[in-house]
Nanobody, 123 residues
Framework: VQLQASGGGLAQDGGSLRLSCVAS???????MGWFRQAPGKEREFVATIRWNGGHTYYSDSVKGRFTISRDRAKNTIFLQMNSLKPEDTAVYYC??????????????????WGQGTLVTVSS
């Protein structure tokens, strides 16, 4: 499985962006999600979706502003980001893995990572 993320770019404070991540080669993952890493900081969990069932989980910092969704027929996940803030600026990575719920919000739950897409939010 390979993951290809796209959709990053520049947005203004309060603006919106939509990220996409396509899993080529199919997926047997239990979860697909998004993490982000700002300069000088550790990679942090953003959101994840259970591939079968569609249950979603979010970090507190993005809850209510970001929405993760999936298109199973296209092996694609999306991250709709609204009400963006400058502190959302980071490289966003999509990830896939056979995590269980207890590890689905941590990087160790994922064994396949996309190349990252940069999101910059200006104030």
């Amino acid at each position: 499985v390979q993951l290809q993320a796209s959709g990053g770019g520049l947005a203004q404070d309060g603006g919106s962006l939509r990220l996409s991540c396509v899993a080529s080669g199919g997926t047997d993952s239990t979860y697909m999600g998004w993490f982000r890493q700002a300069p000088g900081k550790e990679r942090e969990f953003v959101a994840t979706i259970r591939w079968n069932g569609g249950h979603t989980y979010y970090s507190d910092s993005v809850k209510g502003r970001f929405t993760i969704s999936r298109d199973r027929a296209k092996n694609t996940i999306f991250l709709q980001m609204n009400s963006l803030k400058p502190e959302d600026t980071a490289v966003y990575y999509c990830a896939a893995g056979r995590a269980i719920l207890s590890s689905a919000t941590t990087p160790r739950g994922y064994n396949t990572w996309g190349q990252g897409t940069l999101v910059t939010v200006s104030s």
